[in-house]
C-alpha cells in the first residue's frame, strides 16, 4: 500500500471517524493488532483487543467511539469498527481483474440472448438461447449460462461458473469459481434391482445481494423452484439441495449440507460442517453451532448445537460429561456389585 499512504486525518475523513491524537502522522496499510508495524494501522473492536493496543507497535487504531482506551498513539474514533475497516479494505483493494466492458471475441454467445451494453463477457464465456445479462454485470472467463437463464443487474460470476437452464439471479449477486446454479437434484427410486433417476424440471431463484462463494452447489428444483433470500451469504464447499427454501440475510458456512426442501427462516446462522435433514423447516433467527447435525424442525431464536441438535446449554453439558463417562460406569458397575451383596441369600 506504499502508493496509498494517508495521514490519520485523511483516513478518519474517509471513514467519518474522529482523530484523538497527532492527525499528521502517516500511515502505509492496514493490519492486525498481532502484526501490526510502525507506520500501519489497527484496529481493536472489543474489550480484549482494546485490552492489548498499548503493546501494539502500529503507529494509529480504529476504535470505537465510546471506548475507554489507554495507548501511546493516535486513535481514530468510529462508530462501526468492523465498518471502517471494511471501507479501507475497499478503498485500498488493488484494481479489480475484470475483463473490459463488451464482449470477447472468443466468447460464444447465442443469438437470441441478450446482453447489456455495460456488462462485460470474459474469454470463453457462453451464452445459451434467450440468455440474458444485466446491465453492469461481469462475466469473467470461461462462466456458462444456460438457455433461458437471466443474470440481473451489476452481478459477478467468476471463472468456471455455471448457471443452468432458467435459473433466475437477481441484482448485484456474487458466485465465486467453479461454483454451479441449478444443476440437477440428487434423487433417485430404486425399482427392477436398480436406481432410477428422477427428472428435476424446476430452476433455482437467488435473490438481490447474494453472495456464493468457491465451489459451492445449489441444485435446481424437482419442481418449482430452489430459493435463496436476499442478503443471504454462502460460503465456499456448500451444498444446496433441490427445493431447499433459504430466507433473507442467512449465514451458511462452509461445508453446510442442506438436504432436499428443508426450509430456512430468514436470518438463520449455520456455522461450519453442519448438516440439514430434509424436509424440515429452521425457523428465523436461528444459530447452529459447527459440525451439528439438524434433524428435525427448530423453532426460531433458538441456538442449537450437537448430534442430533438440541439446545446448546444442554449439548454443552451433556460434552462435557463425555470425559466422565469411564468413571461414571465404573461407579455405576461397583455399585451393582456391593448392591447385589446385600440382597444375596445369606442376609435373610
Same mark, same amino acid.
Request: charge should be neutral.
Given at each position: ?33 498481532? @502484526? ?81 451494453? @455495460? ?167 436461528? @444459530? ?61
Amino acid at each position: 500500500m506504499g502508493d496509498r499512504a494517508a495521514t490519520v486525518q485523511s483516513i478518519a475523513d474517509l471513514v467519518g471517524g474522529r482523530v484523538e491524537g497527532d492527525g499528521a502522522v502517516e500511515i502505509r496499510g492496514l493490519a492486525s493488532l498481532e @502484526t501490526a508495524e510502525a507506520g500501519e494501522l489497527t484496529f481493536a473492536a472489543d474489550a480484549k483487543h482494546l485490552a492489548r493496543l498499548s503493546d501494539s507497535r502500529a503507529s494509529a487504531a480504529l476504535v470505537a467511539a465510546e471506548a475507554t482506551v489507554s495507548a501511546p498513539m493516535p486513535l481514530i474514533r468510529v462508530d462501526h469498527v468492523p465498518a471502517a475497516v471494511a471501507r479501507l479494505l475497499a478503498h485500498w483493494a488493488p484494481p479489480a481483474d475484470h475483463p473490459p466492458v463488451g464482449v470477447h471475441p472468443s466468447a460464444v454467445i447465442a443469438a437470441d440472448a441478450q446482453v447489456s451494453d @455495460t456488462a462485460a463477457v470474459g474469454v470463453g464465456v457462453t451464452l445459451g438461447l434467450r440468455a440474458r445479462i444485466g446491465a453492469g454485470s461481469v462475466l469473467r472467463a470461461r462462466v456458462a449460462v444456460g438457455c433461458d437463464a437471466v443474470v440481473g443487474r451489476d452481478c459477478l460470476l467468476a471463472e468456471g461458473v455455471v448457471i443452468g437452464a432458467r435459473c433466475i439471479l437477481g441484482n448485484r449477486v456474487i458466485i465465486g469459481p467453479g461454483s454451479v446454479i441449478g444443476w440437477d437434484g440428487f434423487g433417485y427410486y430404486f425399482a427392477q434391482g436398480r436406481h432410477h433417476k428422477i427428472p428435476h424440471i424446476g430452476h433455482v431463484e437467488i435473490g438481490d445481494d447474494v453472495e456464493i462463494g468457491a465451489c459451492t452447489c445449489v441444485d435446481r428444483a424437482k419442481f418449482g423452484a430452489t430459493r435463496i433470500g436476499e442478503g443471504t451469504k454462502i460460503d465456499n464447499l456448500v451444498q444446496i439441495a433441490h427445493n431447499v427454501q433459504i430466507g433473507r440475510h442467512c449465514i451458511v458456512a462452509a461445508q453446510v449440507g442442506v438436504a432436499g426442501s428443508a426450509r430456512l427462516g430468514n436470518g438463520v446462522v449455520l456455522m461450519g460442517h453442519v448438516g440439514v435433514r430434509d424436509n424440515i423447516t429452521v425457523g428465523d433467527g436461528v @444459530t447452529c453451532a459447527a459440525y451439528a447435525a439438524i434433524a428435525g424442525d427448530v423453532e426460531s431464536k433458538q441456538t442449537i448445537a450437537g448430534i442430533p441438535a438440541r439446545d446448546a446449554r444442554e449439548a454443552l453439558r451433556i460434552i462435557q460429561a463425555w470425559p466422565k463417562l469411564p468413571d461414571l460406569l465404573k461407579r455405576v458397575r461397583e455399585l451393582e456389585s456391593r448392591m447385589g451383596g446385600l440382597e444375596s441369600p445369606k442376609d435373610h
